[in-house]
């Protein structure tokens, strides 16, 4: 299996919402959240530290069309930092209408996706 099971049900989830912009389009506060450990969970298959390739792409596409999203929370962890990183600055991702960011440890690479932001909050580090 080329995604674990977790990485894979983010894929199919983003996938899902880029085939109905309805459930985007208004969004107004996002939260991320990948807590992705390396062993079995229930189903005893093994988790991969690191996103399958195909993750990123679908979120810059979701990111960029939620044009009034307001709050972003971002927690990833580990080997997701460097793939999310790499491509979001490659996609020259730009988050227009973000005015507070909630990074986790080793995102920093938010605040370039971002013109202006009223609110920085580091209650994830």
Known sequence: MDSPLRWNKAVLGLRERLDCPATI???ED???QSWIT?????LGMME???????LPNPFVEVLESMPRLQKLEWNTFGNANKVFQRAFL???????SVRHLVPAIFTHYFAVCMQVYNTLSLDNL
């Not at 991969?48 to 195909?54: A, F, K, Q, T």
């Open 25 to 27: 389009h208004d969004v």
């Open 30 to 32: 996002i939260k991320f």
């Open 38 to 42: 390396k062993g079995k969970h229930n």
């Open 48 to 54: 991969s530290l690191d996103p399958p390739y195909e």
């Open 90 to 96: 490659e996609a020259n991702l730009t988050l227009l």
